[in-house]
């Protein structure tokens, strides 16, 4: 068994050696000044951390958006070549890209409209003349694309994943947490709330509101109130708390006098399920009794707030600049906007995304790479394999439970088997707002329609050009999209040691997903189910614990400290993801010695290449929101929260007590 593991992880990167290896380490970077006992993070990334600027038009630099600056004129020069096709067909994929694409760019002619394109929209909300309008509005809105008190959306079922159902969440918040309303003694967040009621009244007022301001005052009062009822980022991270399954008659306990029969009826979904999905039973209660208290022009201001705040990128300059100001400048420190045709591009993805990965893959993925990416994945899953059956805190019962799910694991490399059909979305040049609404409703619509249906495996959740990869728990699939698979994460020509640590760990990470605090409480068919003991459970609680107390002690900005309970998965699944990658590497090396290269040991170029990926500068708005948000870490406590922990980077670097980087074995978090 061992062997042909061995073997099976040699020839994953055999295409290296036929040149001499390069390390794949930006050496240049290093800050010969700091230690790389003291601060990982900063003794290999010094060098840039002193000298790079974060672009004027960026919240944020390095690596990810690097890459994802160097493939939007990539995706540029394919809209463009649609565009400009002479032969291209009415109705075919190059006039939707193209004409979608010059929609957005024909600035004149949306200087021009105002905002005549939201006439409709803005006349049904104001018609209404009570509440019983609201389940059809809000059907209505969601449809379009336009945030609301409540999202509805179709998912597998995560008790029965081999069906699709329907779900209902909390939504309709226009700042991006509900932090933001409540923290009144955050200095920060009470001067970006004020600057918010502000900003609401200012497009109130190009909307045609006569009483913006008093308006503007109310919509904010009403989202405060619907944020008071939200569950907070931490809570939604249960998946069993999450699931809460309740037959249509039954969802007027949750929301007594709210029409739901009417509500899904307009949703399009009222005779093909018998129940619902409820994420959190308690936030419905809560909307009802803000429905119920606040007056019938308040949310028609703010119906009509949440349309225009959606449709503000498509307007005039006047809505555009506005929605920038605020969205970009105040919430992520952006004083620049970036050149208009990569927000066309954004816009194209969004719309026609598989259109557009198709085209992408045509042209900048070579297939060796995914014939390369495959086999590393599966040696990634056979270190996993190998590495279940030597835990010291799980039982042989669910050992066993764990082998048979990651025998179940289905890996996505590049682009999906089948590309989505767009044949039924018409895109008018010319009509940039109704182009999007469109795009909004197929989407949608291509949603309801899964109903009833077998679930489709060979659905993709990102696009080939995305720079990420993911775990859907569901599927129990780990997918990596095209345009990760790059350097510095997948660099054909260097040694091994750096794509073990970089795209090696990626993959590690991904597969750690089905094992985290979330992921581990479903089974390989991707149902919700406990196969743990209840000692095992305890024991990785322990664990887990740890890492949440390991990572609420970092701190990016004075005064605003990671969340280690909202970041756990993440943390858990970098940790897990450089050991086993760590061990899949060293199995690669079928015994010998890694060369030498640049003066840096294989081990020390594994964890370099691990770190160097994370390396990254982020405005302090930005920062602030992500923390809220985001259920990553900061990148330099993904690089050294996740050192501190790994055993072989104190061999690889010499470190020992009195480092600043050294923590006593005992108090090393190490799940795998």
Same mark, same amino acid.
């Given at each position: 068994?061992?062997?042909?593991?061995?073997?099976?992880?040699?020839?994953?990167?055999?295409?290296?050696?036929?040149?001499?290896?390069?390390?794949?380490?930006?050496?240049?970077?290093?800050?010969?000044?700091?230690?790389?006992?003291?601060?990982?993070?900063?003794?290999? *990334?010094?060098?840039?951390?002193?000298?790079?600027?974060?672009?004027?038009?960026?919240?944020?630099?390095?690596?990810?958006?690097?890459?994802?600056?160097?493939?939007?004129?990539?995706?540029?020069?394919?809209?463009?070549?649609?565009?400009?096709?002479?032969?291209?067909?009415?109705?075919?994929?190059?006039?939707?890209?193209?004409?979608?694409?010059?929609?957005?760019?024909?600035?004149?002619?949306?200087?021009?409209?105002?905002?005549?394109?939201?006439?409709?929209?803005?006349?049904?909300?104001?018609?209404?003349?009570?509440?019983?309008?609201?389940?059809?509005?809000?059907?209505?809105?969601?449809?379009?694309?336009?945030?609301?008190?409540?999202?509805?959306?179709?998912?597998?079922?995560?008790?029965?994943?081999?069906?699709?159902?329907?779900?209902?969440?909390?939504?309709?918040?226009?700042?991006?947490?509900?932090?933001?309303?409540?923290?009144?003694?955050?200095?920060?967040?009470?001067?970006?709330?004020?600057?918010?009621?502000?900003?609401?009244?200012?497009?109130?007022?190009?909307?045609?509101?006569?009483?913006?301001?008093?308006?503007?005052?109310?919509?904010?009062?009403?989202?405060?109130?619907?944020?008071?009822?939200?569950?907070?980022?931490?809570? *939604?991270?249960?998946?069993?708390?999450?699931?809460?399954?309740?037959?249509?008659?039954?969802?007027?306990?949750?929301?007594?006098?709210?029409?739901?029969?009417?509500?899904?009826?307009?949703?399009?979904?009222? *005779?093909?399920?018998?129940?619902?999905?409820?994420?959190?039973?308690?936030?419905?209660?809560?909307?009802?009794?803000?429905?119920?208290?606040?007056?019938?022009?308040?949310?028609?201001?703010?119906?009509?707030?949440?349309?225009?705040?959606?449709?503000?990128?498509?307007?005039?300059?006047?809505?555009?600049?506005?929605?920038?100001?605020?969205?970009?400048?105040?919430?992520?420190?952006?004083?620049?906007?970036?050149?208009?045709?990569?927000?066309?591009?954004?816009?194209?993805? *969004?719309?026609?995304?598989?259109?557009?990965?198709?085209?992408?893959?045509?042209?900048?993925?070579?297939?060796?790479?995914?014939?390369?990416?495959?086999?590393?994945?599966?040696?990634?899953?056979?270190?996993?394999?190998?590495?279940?059956?030597?835990?010291?805190?799980?039982?042989?019962?669910?050992?066993?439970?764990?082998?048979?799910?990651?025998?179940?694991?289905?890996?996505?490399?590049?682009?999906?088997?089948?590309?989505?059909?767009?044949?039924?979305?018409?895109?008018?040049?010319?009509?940039?707002?109704?182009?999007?609404?469109?795009?909004?409703?197929?989407?949608?619509?291509?949603?309801?329609?899964?109903?009833?249906?077998?679930?489709?495996?060979?659905?993709?959740?990102?696009?080939?050009?995305?720079?990420?990869?993911?775990?859907?728990?569901?599927?129990?699939?780990?997918?990596?999209?095209?345009?990760?698979?790059?350097?510095?994460?997948?660099?054909?020509?260097?040694?091994?040691?750096?794509?073990?640590?970089?795209?090696?760990?990626?993959?590690?990470?991904?597969?750690?997903?089905?094992?985290?605090?979330?992921?581990?409480?479903?089974?390989?068919?991707?149902?919700?189910?406990?196969?743990?003991?209840?000692?095992?459970?305890?024991?990785?609680?322990?664990?887990?614990?740890?890492?949440?107390?390991?990572?609420?002690?970092?701190?990016?900005?004075?005064?605003?400290?990671?969340?280690?309970?909202?970041?756990?998965?993440?943390?858990?699944?970098?940790?897990?993801?450089?050991?086993?990658?760590?061990?899949?590497?060293?199995?690669?090396?079928?015994?010998?010695?890694?060369?030498?290269?640049?003066?840096?040991?294989?081990?020390?170029?594994?964890?370099?290449?691990?770190?160097?990926?994370?390396?990254?500068?982020?405005?302090?708005?930005?920062?602030?929101?992500?923390?809220?948000?985001?259920?990553?870490?900061?990148?330099?406590?993904?690089?050294?929260?996740?050192?501190?922990?790994?055993?072989?980077?104190?061999?690889?670097?010499?470190?020992?007590?009195?480092?600043?980087?050294?923590?006593?074995?005992?108090?090393?978090?190490?799940?795998?």
């Amino acid at each position: 068994m061992l062997s042909a593991l061995t073997l099976s992880l040699m020839t994953a990167f055999a295409g290296a050696a036929d040149t001499a290896p390069v390390s794949g380490i930006d050496t240049q970077y290093i800050d010969a000044g700091v230690r790389p006992q003291d601060d990982f993070y900063r003794y290999l *990334n010094g060098g840039w951390l002193k000298t790079a600027q974060i672009p004027e038009d960026k919240s944020s630099w390095g690596t990810f958006a690097k890459l994802r600056d160097d493939v939007l004129p990539q995706l540029r020069a394919i809209i463009e070549a649609a565009e400009a096709d002479k032969t291209r067909k009415a109705g075919g994929d190059a006039q939707k890209i193209g004409d979608m694409y010059a929609s957005f760019m024909d600035e004149k002619k949306l200087e021009s409209l105002g905002v005549k394109p939201l006439a409709g929209e803005l006349n049904r909300i104001r018609a209404i003349k009570d509440k019983k309008a609201f389940p059809m509005l809000i059907a209505h809105l969601g449809e379009i694309g336009v945030a609301t008190p409540y999202g509805l959306y179709v998912s597998q079922d995560a008790r029965e994943s081999t069906r699709y159902a329907v779900g209902i969440a909390q939504s309709g918040l226009g700042l991006p947490d509900r932090d933001y309303y409540l923290k009144k003694d955050d200095a920060r967040l009470a001067g970006i709330l004020v600057k918010y009621e502000a900003h609401v009244a200012k497009i109130l007022a190009l909307g045609g509101d006569k009483h913006a301001a008093a308006s503007a005052k109310a919509v904010v009062a009403l989202e405060t109130a619907l944020a008071e009822a939200q569950w907070s980022k931490v809570e *939604n991270r249960d998946p069993v708390k999450r699931y809460n399954k309740v037959p249509i008659a039954k969802l007027a306990e949750l929301a007594p006098g709210y029409d739901w029969q009417h509500a899904l009826a307009a949703a399009g979904v009222a *005779n093909k399920v018998d129940y619902v999905i409820v994420n959190q039973p308690s936030y419905l209660g809560g909307f009802n009794a803000v429905l119920d208290k606040t007056d019938l022009a308040t949310w028609k201001s703010y119906f009509e707030w949440q349309l225009l705040r959606a449709a503000s990128p498509y307007l005039s300059k006047d809505f555009a600049d506005a929605n920038f100001d605020f969205y970009s400048t105040v919430l992520t420190g952006v004083a620049v906007k970036p050149p208009r045709w990569k927000s066309a591009v954004g816009l194209v993805e *969004n719309s026609l995304g598989e259109v557009l990965g198709k085209l992408y893959v045509g042209q900048h993925f070579p297939p060796e790479r995914k014939a390369r990416m495959e086999e590393l994945v599966k040696n990634l899953l056979a270190a996993y394999k190998s590495s279940i059956d030597t835990l010291d805190w799980m039982s042989p019962e669910t050992k066993q439970q764990a082998q048979a799910k990651l025998a179940k694991f289905t890996p996505k490399i590049g682009y999906p088997n089948k590309w989505r059909d767009y044949a039924s979305l018409a895109i008018v040049k010319g009509d940039l707002v109704g182009n999007a609404m469109r795009a909004s409703v197929f989407a949608h619509q291509r949603m309801i329609n899964k109903l009833g249906k077998p679930v489709d495996r060979e659905e993709w959740g990102m696009t080939p050009q995305t720079i990420n990869a993911y775990y859907n728990s569901t599927m129990n699939e780990i997918v990596f999209p095209a345009a990760i698979l790059q350097p510095p994460f997948f660099d054909a020509k260097a040694d091994d040691a750096v794509n073990y640590g970089a795209i090696g760990a990626v993959i590690g990470h991904e597969i750690s997903h089905g094992f985290d605090d979330k992921g581990s409480q479903s089974d390989g068919d991707g149902n919700l189910r406990d196969w743990w003991t209840k000692e095992d459970r305890a024991n990785f609680k322990a664990k887990t614990d740890a890492l949440v107390k390991q990572y609420d002690g970092y701190s990016p900005i004075k005064g605003y400290h990671v969340n280690g309970a909202l970041t756990l998965g993440e943390n858990i699944a970098d940790n897990s993801g450089v050991a086993i990658a760590y061990k899949a590497y060293k199995l690669s090396l079928g015994g010998k010695e890694a060369p030498v290269i640049d003066g840096l040991t294989g081990d020390q170029r594994f964890y370099m290449g691990f770190a160097q990926v994370w390396r990254s500068k982020t405005r302090d708005e930005q920062q602030i929101m992500l923390i809220k948000t985001d259920p990553h870490s900061p990148g330099q406590f993904r690089a050294n929260g996740t050192m501190v922990n790994q055993p072989g980077f104190y061999e690889a670097f010499g470190v020992k007590p009195g480092d600043q980087m050294y923590v006593a074995p005992e108090q090393r978090v190490i799940i795998w």
